[in-house]
């Protein structure tokens, strides 16, 4: 990476490191002249704005000019896919959501099925803005795709994912490129991306809510159990893309409970939204998903409140161990089980198992985005992705020669 790029000063910027062009010079060691040329490109393709800053007026001097990214210069388009509905939006690149919509649509119909009703949703959350505050396809720059299930960190493809039956190896990022090409008439080479439901929702939380915790941790139960984690401000993976997936780790409490994962006695068969479902009913309380039980739990329904305690105990019981291998500042607990009960019964057993030191300094706490986690996680993670410096220097060249070529073909 070229220390004193474009793209160099723009991270800069959007970290807030350095935010007039004084501080960039100082930062960068760069001749003024030179921060000026660098701003340039930045300014004519708005990524970033001047604003005047305040007043020193304790120097008598002129206000010194703030720079600052311009998240709402271009849109995404983010949908969160759950086992039974999806929701779809349209954003702006700090994540603020312009517009959404839910609504019912089944994993288990298969990728095709799906993307088409993607696609149809997404054509009419853009025909219902366009125009709306300057909304047009052409300023869609990037599409996000969030699943619950494993996702491959090169390919953007699902591993086998438990919950997901026929997904695995879909050429997910590519067919909604192309869907959305098709009927909204977006960039036919737009950056798509695919990710895991739990790593987008810890992301949106850690910058939303905790942007000084280096070691975030978030845990969804809802139809399954998975967990995300945020080190220094940046999503860890693992080296397959497998970090996290807490639900088929094997408990005691479970040993001979089937799993959707083909295996017997995972953390997921017992302690999530699906196996709480599935006990309820037998329980003659029927219940089609964890959906259902996340409506019994909002209700006070008493099975449902005393399973979920019970099912907060099992996971808190893994989670010890966890918390005790990341040492997390924050876990953060979200999805369909992940209201009081769910909680203390994760306090019990997570604060009797781990090791006093691991936990000393550790905030319990549930979601503070909610539903919207997902598809403000989308947004966050691909504006880090298309403006990291590389990236950007990259893009800001693709414009330049598609400038050169336009202008060279305007005056022939
Ligand atoms: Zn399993």
């Not at 052409?138 to 390919?155: E, F, K, N, Q």
């Not at 950056?191 to 910058?207: G, H, K, S, T």
């Not at 941790?217 to 401000?233: F, N, P, Q, Y």
């Amino acid at each position: 990476m070229n220390q004193a790029s474009s793209g160099h000063l723009l991270g800069l910027i959007r970290r807030g490191r350095a935010t007039t062009r004084g501080e960039l010079q100082r930062v960068t060691g760069l001749a003024r002249s030179t921060v000026g040329s660098r701003l340039e490109p930045l300014l004519r393709a708005g990524w970033i704005r001047e604003t005047p800053g305040p007043a020193e007026s304790s120097t008598g001097g002129r206000p010194a000019v703030r720079l600052e990214f311009d998240a709402s210069h271009a849109l995404v388009l983010a949908a969160v896919l759950e086992t039974r509905n999806a929701r779809v939006a349209l954003l702006d690149l700090a994540g603020r959501v312009i517009d959404e919509q839910a609504g019912p649509l089944s994993i288990a119909d298969g990728p095709d099925r799906a993307l088409d009703l993607l696609g149809e949703r997404f054509t009419r959350l853009l025909e219902r803005n366009l125009h709306r505050d300057g909304v047009t396809a052409s300023r869609i720059c990037a599409a996000g795709l969030s699943v619950p299930g494993p996702v491959d960190a090169l390919t953007r493809r699902l591993v086998e994912p438990p919950i997901m039956p026929g997904w695995g190896g879909h050429p997910l990022p590519e067919r909604l490129r192309a869907v959305l090409a098709g009927r909204l008439g977006t960039d036919p080479g737009l950056p798509v991306l695919v990710e895991n439901d739990a790593n987008l929702m810890a992301l949106a939380e850690q910058r939303h809510g905790h942007p000084d915790c280096a070691a975030f941790l978030l845990v969804k139960v809802s139809t399954g159990i998975g967990a995300g984690m945020v080190v220094d401000g940046g999503l860890y993976r693992g080296i397959d893309g497998g970090a996290g997936d807490i639900g088929h780790i094997r408990t005691a409490e479970a040993s001979d409970a089937p799993c959707m994962c083909g295996s017997r006695g995972c953390l997921a068969a017992v302690a999530s939204g699906r196996a709480l479902a599935a006990r309820l009913t037998a329980e003659g309380v029927p219940t089609a998903s964890g959906s259902g039980v996340r409506e019994l739990l909002a209700a006070g329904h008493p099975d449902a409140v005393r399973l979920a305690r019970e099912a907060g105990r099992v996971v808190g019981d893994v989670l010890a161990t966890v918390v005790t291998v990341v040492n997390p500042g924050v876990l953060m607990l979200a999805g369909d089980l992940a209201g009081p009960p769910f909680l203390t019964g994760v306090r019990e057993l997570l604060y009797r198992r781990a090791m006093p030191r691991t936990t000393a300094h550790l905030e319990v706490v549930t979601s503070r985005l909610g539903d919207r986690a997902g598809l403000i996680g989308a947004a966050v993670l691909l504006a880090d992705e298309l403006y990291a410096p590389g990236r950007a220097d990259e893009r800001l060249a693709v414009a330049a020669r598609a400038r050169a070529v336009g202008g060279a073909a305007s005056v022939a």
